[in-house]
T-cell receptor
């Protein structure tokens, strides 16, 4: 059973471009969580999704950020018009039980 | 608002020592607590999960305890090895109406075990 997969592992964008981060949960997991780890800071919750539904987006910035988890395919975290402050590691986790399993992360660098 | 604190921020020990990492949380109304390991530039590996009704969990050389009333958890590592060097994170999940599944993380304790 493959673990949580994220791609790309590293992403470089210039200011103003769009970033799309993908997360494929573990097989049989219908719950997906996105977290962000800013440099020298701890992990912060962003959004929790179940298939086709956003359950909790209390940690998402109000503008430029969106997330989806369609019926088919991976979960997508989309950042529009990226700024340097968006540079961070973005982690996805999935679960079926209370235990969450994390992917390797996508490291976003905004030039 | 739930806050999670880990002390110390960094720890360096010689190989073979037993050690304790501390995690405290401000709101005792938690659903569970999870300990993770993060290697530099890598993702998180789940080590132990303790449900709110449990007092401790063990896996190999690791033992995690939970005292909800005092808002504390400890991760005990026996006979430390250089391969244990990593950052250790604790995270709590809230209960009740706030239980949407999200985890609230501490800042982590970076452990170095010297050969």
């Amino acid at each position: 059973n493959a673990g949580v997969m994220q791609n790309p592992r590293h992403l470089v964008r210039r200011r103003g471009q769009e970033a799309r981060l993908r997360c494929s949960p573990m097989k049989g997991h219908s719950h997906v969580y996105w977290y962000r780890q800013l440099p020298e800071e701890g992990l912060k919750f962003m959004v929790y999704l179940q298939k086709e539904n956003i359950i909790d987006e209390s940690g998402m910035p109000k503008e430029r950020f969106s997330a989806e988890f369609p019926k088919e395919g991976p979960s997508i975290l989309r950042i529009q018009q990226v700024v340097r402050g968006d540079s961070a590691a973005y982690f996805c986790a999935s679960s079926r039980t209370p235990e969450q399993f994390f992917g390797p992360g996508t490291r976003l660098t905004v030039l | 608002k739930q806050e999670v604190t880990q002390i110390p921020a960094a720890l360096s020990v010689p190989e073979g020592e037993n050690l304790v990492l501390n995690c405290s949380f401000t709101d005792s109304a938690i659903y569970n607590l999870q300990w993770f390991r993060q290697d530099p530039g890598k993702g998180l590996t789940s080590l132990l999960l303790i449900q709110s009704s449990q007092r401790e969990q063990t896996s190999g050389r690791l033992n995690a305890s939970l005292d909800k009333s005092s808002g504390r958890s400890t991760l005990y590592i026996a006979a430390s090895q250089p391969g244990d060097s990593a950052t250790y994170l604790c995270a709590v999940r809230l209960q009740g109406s706030s239980n949407t599944g999200k985890l609230i993380f501490g800042q982590g304790t970076t452990l170095q075990v010297k050969p």
